[in-house]
Every structure is written in structure tokens, then in C-alpha cells.
């Protein structure tokens, strides 16, 4: 199975935090929130545990995620 496409990805303000929303090889979208920490060279990693979620479409995934994820949306 591939990796979903990444169709947006934004940051919080502080840069640690960012929310990408994603499509499926199934044609289905989704999205998860990430964090990231400076002193840790490991990357993002995944914190919302949203990327189950299963959405008709990118937009859809983007409003749920605006009121989902609490920063998101009032960048």
C-alpha cells in the first residue's frame, strides 16, 4: 500500500505543531496533526491520532480538522 499524497500541510505559529491532510489510495482523505521538537533530530511524528478518519474529500477533512484540532484554523 502507498503512502497517502499530502494535499496541504500547515503550521502552528510556533512551527512545532503542523496538520497535513492527505488522500488515499482509495480516493478517501483524511488528516493528522504533528509535532515536531527542535532538540529531537527524529522529525515529525504523529500526536492527534485523527489519520483514521475517513472524509469524501479534502475539503471536508479540512473543516473537521479546523474544529478538531484547537490552533488549527487560527493561524
Do not use: I
Request: net charge negative.
Amino acid at each position: 500500500m502507498k503512502k497517502p499524497q499530502v494535499v496541504t500541510s500547515r503550521n502552528s505559529p510556533d512551527g512545532l505543531l503542523c496538520v497535513d491532510v492527505f488522500r488515499r489510495e482509495d480516493g478517501s482523505f483524511g488528516f493528522e496533526e504533528f509535532r515536531r521538537d527542535p532538540e529531537d533530530a527524529s522529525g515529525w511524528y504523529g500526536v492527534g491520532g485523527y489519520s483514521s478518519l475517513r472524509y469524501a474529500s479534502a475539503h471536508d477533512a479540512d473543516k473537521d480538522a479546523t474544529a478538531r484540532v484547537s490552533w488549527y484554523g487560527n493561524e
